[in-house]
C-alpha cells in the first residue's frame, strides 16, 4: 500500500511563504502525476496543483503566480511551495495519488474516490 506523508504547514503571517512536502513510499512514484489538494474548513476539497511525469505544472487561479510544485523522483518527493500567503490560503493540505500511472484525474471536482491514495494532510493557517 503505498503511503503519502505531509509536512511543513504552520501558522503563517499573511505575505509570508511556506514549502509543504510529501513523501511517497513505492517504486514508482516517478510514473504517477501527484496532486495536491486543499480542503479548508466548512468547504469542499479544492484542487490546488499538479504535476505530471514529465514534471509540468498546473495551477489553480487562486494560486497561480504564487506556487511552485516540484517533485524528486529520486526522493521519492513531492513539493508546493507557495509565496504571498493569503488567509484564504488557510486550509489543510493533502497529497494524493491517483489509482494508475500516468492516470490524469479530472480535478474540476475532486473526490477522495478519485484517488488511490491520500496523506494525513499538513495544516496551514495564514493568520496575523
Known amino acids: 500500500q503505498v503511503q503519502l506523508v505531509e509536512s511543513g504547514g504552520g501558522l503563517v503571517q499573511p505575505g509570508g511563504s511556506l514549502r509543504l512536502s510529501c513523501a511517497a513510499s513505492?517504486?514508482?512514484?516517478?510514473?504517477?502525476?501527484m496532486y495536491w489538494i486543499r480542503q479548508a474548513p466548512g468547504k469542499e476539497l479544492e484542487w490546488v496543483s499538479t504535476?505530471?511525469?514529465?514534471?509540468?505544472?498546473y495551477y489553480a487561479d487562486s494560486v497561480k503566480g504564487r506556487a511552485t510544485i516540484s517533485r524528486d523522483n529520486a526522493k521519492n518527493m513531492l513539493y508546493l511551495q507557495i509565496d504571498r500567503l493569503r488567509p484564504e490560503d488557510t486550509a489543510l493540505y493533502y497529497c494524493?495519488?491517483?489509482?494508475?500511472?500516468?492516470?490524469?484525474?479530472?480535478?474540476?471536482?475532486?473526490?477522495?474516490?478519485?484517488?488511490?491514495?491520500w496523506g494525513q494532510g499538513t495544516q496551514v493557517t495564514v493568520s496575523s
Open positions: 513505492g517504486s514508482t512514484f516517478s510514473s504517477y502525476w
Open positions: 494524493a495519488k491517483p489509482r494508475a500511472p500516468f492516470q490524469r484525474v479530472d480535478i474540476r471536482d475532486p473526490k477522495r474516490d478519485d484517488f488511490g491514495s
Open positions: 504535476i505530471n511525469t514529465f514534471h509540468g505544472a
